[in-house]
């Protein structure tokens, strides 16, 4: 009995010798990606804020040393880091280092929350990068409909680049838009104002229908 337990121990302590370096490597794996979802929060975020509120309002200094083409540039390098990690880390959802450890299920919600991250991120940029290319004179202070050219900023790479589509103008006032532009909530992001146009069903269907918001 007692050489039984002896060779059940020796047999325990080598599978677990096997299989600390996996939970290690998976660990390590999920703590870089831990990183990059923290650092590319604060990257989107100062896009948003520094670049596309300034953008949307038309207060982007003349001066400044970026351009819509910088901009765009930027869009789409922050989509390519998401769409690159999302696939990784899915399959590292799906096929945990040791499936059924408890070290690696606690690990396996760390990702999910991972991968709820980067498609808030991803929708954020998308919603926030879609500009009418020249707003025709005859819509401004106006509640109308009309058809026009619109761009993403995230470039063609990811989305239609040109979209023809029906765009619904309210007229605000300057306290509503400044309400409106302070609002955090995804609701206020999905909204948008001034001269960015966000799609509300992007995901669903390219004939986006959407809301410019401007001053009264």
């Not at 954020?124 to 993403?152: R, W």
């Not at 799609?199 to 986006?208: A, G, I, P, Q």
Request: hydrophobic share 40%; proline share 4%.
């Amino acid at each position: 009995m007692q050489s039984f337990s002896n060779k059940l121990a020796i047999q325990n302590k080598e599978i677990e010798n096997k299989i600390s370096p996996l939970l290690n490597i998976e660990g390590n794996c999920l703590g870089l990606a831990g990183s990059l979802v923290s650092s590319l929060e604060k990257a989107v975020e100062n896009l948003n804020l520094n670049f596309l509120q300034l953008i949307k309002w038309s207060q982007l200094p003349p001066d400044a040393q970026v351009s819509l083409a910088t901009v765009e540039e930027w869009c789409s390098k922050a989509l390519d880091i998401i769409f690159q990690m999302s696939p990784v880390l899915w399959e590292c959802f799906n096929d945990p280092a040791i499936p059924g450890d408890p070290v690696s299920q606690s690990k396996r919600e760390g990702t999910r929350a991972y991968l709820v991250a980067l498609d808030i991120l991803k929708i954020q940029i998308i919603e926030s990068s879609l500009a009418v290319c020249k707003q025709p004179p005859h819509i401004i202070k106006k509640n109308t409909e009309f058809n026009y050219d619109l761009q993403f900023l995230c470039g063609s790479g990811r989305c239609y680049a040109h979209i023809i589509t029906a765009v619904e103008t309210l007229v605000l006032k300057e306290e509503q838009a400044a309400e409106l532009y302070n609002n955090k909530s995804i609701k206020g992001i999905s909204l948008g104002c001034g001269n960015i146009v966000n799609s509300k069903t992007w995901k669903n269907n390219v004939n986006l229908s959407s809301v410019i918001y401007q001053f009264e």
